[in-house]
């Protein structure tokens, strides 16, 4: 593969003229945080936020510029905005300033810089599975969730919102990075017959994302606009735990079909999954239901269980809110180990019982999709 400096990529740049200040993007100081990883590219373009999405053709020409160099197979632009750029220094083209070490991205104005919702025709529903906690297996069953609802031949996407600590290419065993269409749009990965986008796929596994939030909620929108989906049943959204900025973007911009709430039984977990659940329905999101997962955990060796986070919080919890108990999950080796091998449990052994377990919570998902689409919106 061919080495690129970053002093090529400042070049190509340079010929990318801001039409504000009839100067070049790098001498006006407007390029910040520029990555070269292997062919991919990534930086971002800092604008003026009064002029908005009109800024989106500027964002495409630099894309493309970058494009033009020789070893680079994948560019990704975003434009940021906190303050305005910075004001040219003499001779700027030139002399382009070098790009600064481990800058912190700043403010996102993306393509949607208004709140017009998201639009994604191509896809028919879309279910956000969340929790209000880390650490209760949410991603696990976000995972084995849109594995069982792929099972039949349902067209499932799933993907990874958690910008800040991606899983699903551990999860999935995905290795490979994404290539991009034509029309520059991310080609998602296919793995166990699902399609997966995550930001864990554009970035090194050990290399942490430093962004503030209003950066995150605009790779969020990229992630899900810029993907080349194709005609899709159903897109599963793993979302970060928490109630955060990720969130509000995703439940105002995007028509979600519905949303599953991931608890384990213990009171500390239900009271933070209850604030989840609470904002999904003040935004008149449907609530399909409530998931126990580590619902209980069986000796391997004398076959004893043992409810050690108690049991049964989840569904009790259920009943007090007056949605849906979508079913139990044991805790068990077998699940943590192929989650973290990239073997998931229903894609590696559908016919055992952890996969049936999944199934059937898939069902009443699938059930409950079908009556949201049915209901008009009004009435949910």
Known sequence: ??????????????????SASGIDIVGAGMVSGLRVEGGHVTFSIEVDPAQGAALETMRQAAESAVRQVKGVDKVTAVLTAERKPAAPAPHAHAHPHPPQSNPMPRQPIGRHANNRKIELPEIKAIVAV????????????????????????KRIGLLDADIYGPSLPRMMGIKTKPTQSEDGKINPIEAWGIKCVSMGMLVAEETPVIWRGPMATGALEQLMTDVAWGELDALVIDLPPGTGDIHLTLVQRVSLTGAVIVSTPQDIALLDARKGLNMFKKVEVPVFGIVENMSYFIAPDTGKRYDIFGHGGAEREAERLGVPFLGGVP????????????RPIVATDPQGVYAQTYGAIAEKVWQAIKIAQATPKAAQ
């Open 130 to 153: 969340a929790s209000g906690k880390g650490g209760v297996g949410k991603s696990t069953t976000a995972v084995n969730l849109a594995l069982a609802m792929a099972k039949d031949g």
């Open 1 to 18: 593969m061919t080495d690129i400096a970053e002093t090529q990529i400042l070049d190509a740049l340079a010929s990318v003229i801001d």
């Open 331 to 342: 805790l068990d080796m077998t699940i943590r180990e192929t989650s973290d091998d990239g």
